[in-house]
């Protein structure tokens, strides 16, 4: 099943992710630590289309939620949770537990169904799970709404759990946002992150290489392709010959994936591989940070450093506007 397909955006979710990409082109990408109501709703939708036994899982989740939380308790049923009830953190354990709920039904359920089209009937089928397609769907979501949790090998995981996240795709965030020369750059990352939540993993490959040429641009590198920068930038001496001889494979595989996989050579629908596109954002972010010269940890410290900076500064004006005196007028004086 292809629900991007099946539900293509609606003028309203173009103007969100438009807004977002603006956003981020000024702040970069921030990852949150809960789940908004839309993505609850939207997973929720996504769970009945992908079983004929959705209660089964919410009643599953709401179990794991008592057992495995860190309140043990689900006073709101997972459903109304998803649906807009209780808190965005209360969401992101609901969510995981709907995700875990799934997987486990899809291998153990063999308790056949009465219920079809919301009517009980004496027709009884097995159950399903399209356990593909609400993973997939379920990832997409929180990427496109950029939730800083996956579910991936059996496990609901934060993002930064993961050595190439860690390393590679949040330092080259917050590197692309340190300086406004890096915005084009910037774009073009968070761009095919967004195709990538959109399913749209022949779009991602082409806007990650469409970033690392963008960045050589911001150093001040020309060429017609990223192989004739990395040439141009040895002999502007922005890398040494051992820089370019490192680099220079990755090159060639970015290249040879874009010519091959990218959009431009309008490949059909789910021929080119998420795990290709993956690996383009993971070797464009990797390849702009060697380019800059600087440790993943001394970006993340930096930019730490900057933030801790500007909330100092937003402690001392506050402090500074309750320190000012009093006017001697106020709002019960008549004139």
Same mark, same amino acid.
């Given at each position: 099943?292809?629900?991007?397909r099946?539900?293509?955006?609606?003028?309203?979710?173009?103007?969100?992710?438009?807004?977002?990409?603006?956003?981020?082109?000024?702040?970069?990408?921030?990852?949150?630590?809960?789940?908004?109501?839309?993505?609850?709703?939207?997973?929720?939708?996504?769970?009945?289309?992908?079983?004929?036994?959705?209660?089964?899982?919410?009643?599953?989740?709401?179990?794991q939620?008592?057992?495995?939380?860190?309140?043990?308790?689900?006073? +709101?049923?997972?459903?109304?949770?998803?649906?807009?009830?209780?808190?965005?953190?209360?969401?992101?354990d609901? /969510?995981?537990?709907?995700? &875990?709920?799934? /997987?486990?039904?899809?291998?153990?359920?063999?308790?056949?169904?009465?219920?079809?089209?919301?009517?009980?009937?004496?027709?009884?089928?097995?159950?399903?799970?399209?356990?593909?397609?609400?993973?997939?769907?379920?990832?997409?979501?929180?990427?496109?709404?950029?939730?800083?949790?996956? #579910?991936?090998?059996?496990?609901?995981?934060?993002?930064?759990?993961?050595?190439? &996240?860690?390393?590679? /795709?949040?330092?080259?965030?917050?590197?692309?946002?340190?300086?406004?020369?890096?915005?084009?750059?910037?774009?073009?990352? =968070?761009?095919?992150?967004?195709?990538?939540?959109?399913?749209?993993?022949?779009?991602? +490959?082409?806007?990650?290489?469409?970033?690392? =040429?963008?960045? #050589?641009?911001?150093?001040g590198?020309v060429?017609?392709?990223?192989?004739?920068?990395l040439?141009?930038?040895?002999?502007a001496?922005?890398?040494?010959?051992?820089?370019?001889?490192l680099?220079?494979? +990755?090159?060639?595989?970015m290249?040879?994936?874009?010519?091959?996989?990218?959009?431009?050579? &309008?490949?059909?629908?789910?021929?080119?591989?998420?795990?290709?596109?993956?690996?383009? +954002?993971?070797?464009?972010?990797?390849l702009?940070?060697?380019?800059?010269?600087?440790?993943?940890? =001394?970006?993340?410290?930096?930019?730490?450093?900057?933030?801790?900076?500007?909330?100092?500064?937003?402690?001392?004006?506050?402090?500074?506007?309750?320190?000012?005196?009093?006017?001697?007028?106020?709002?019960?004086?008549?004139?």
């Amino acid at each position: 099943m292809d629900l991007g397909r099946e539900y293509p955006p609606l003028p309203s979710e173009l103007r969100r992710r438009r807004l977002l990409a603006e956003e981020e082109a000024v702040w970069g990408v921030t990852w949150h630590d809960s789940c908004p109501p839309d993505v609850g709703r939207k997973l929720l939708t996504v769970l009945r289309q992908a079983t004929n036994a959705p209660e089964r899982v919410l009643a599953r989740a709401d179990s794991q939620r008592l057992v495995s939380s860190a309140e043990g308790t689900a006073d +709101i049923t997972s459903d109304d949770v998803l649906d807009g009830g209780d808190d965005d953190t209360e969401r992101l354990d609901v /969510v995981a537990a709907v995700l &875990h709920s799934f /997987v486990w039904l899809s291998e153990h359920d063999d308790e056949l169904v009465n219920q079809i089209h919301g009517w009980y009937s004496d027709d009884m089928d097995p159950p399903t799970y399209d356990v593909d397609t609400f993973i997939t769907t379920a990832n997409d979501l929180l990427l496109g709404a950029r939730v800083g949790w996956h #579910f991936q090998d059996g496990r609901f995981e934060p993002r930064d759990n993961q050595v190439l &996240h860690a390393e590679v /795709v949040e330092p080259a965030a917050v590197l692309l946002d340190s300086d406004p020369k890096f915005a084009p750059a910037s774009r073009g990352f =968070q761009t095919a992150l967004n195709r990538l939540a959109e399913n749209k993993p022949d779009v991602a +490959i082409t806007d990650a290489a469409s970033a690392v =040429q963008e960045f #050589f641009r911001a150093l001040g590198v020309v060429g017609n392709s990223i192989a004739d920068q990395l040439n141009n930038a040895q002999k502007a001496s922005l890398i040494t010959s051992y820089d370019r001889q490192l680099l220079k494979p +990755i090159i060639d595989w970015m290249n040879s994936d874009r010519s091959d996989r990218g959009n431009a050579h &309008h490949h059909r629908d789910g021929e080119v591989p998420r795990a290709d596109a993956w690996l383009a +954002i993971h070797v464009a972010g990797a390849l702009m940070v060697r380019l800059s010269n600087k440790e993943p940890r =001394q970006i993340l410290a930096a930019r730490a450093k900057k933030e801790k900076e500007a909330a100092e500064q937003a402690r001392v004006r506050r402090a500074a506007e309750l320190a000012k005196p009093s006017s001697p007028l106020d709002d019960s004086t008549p004139f």
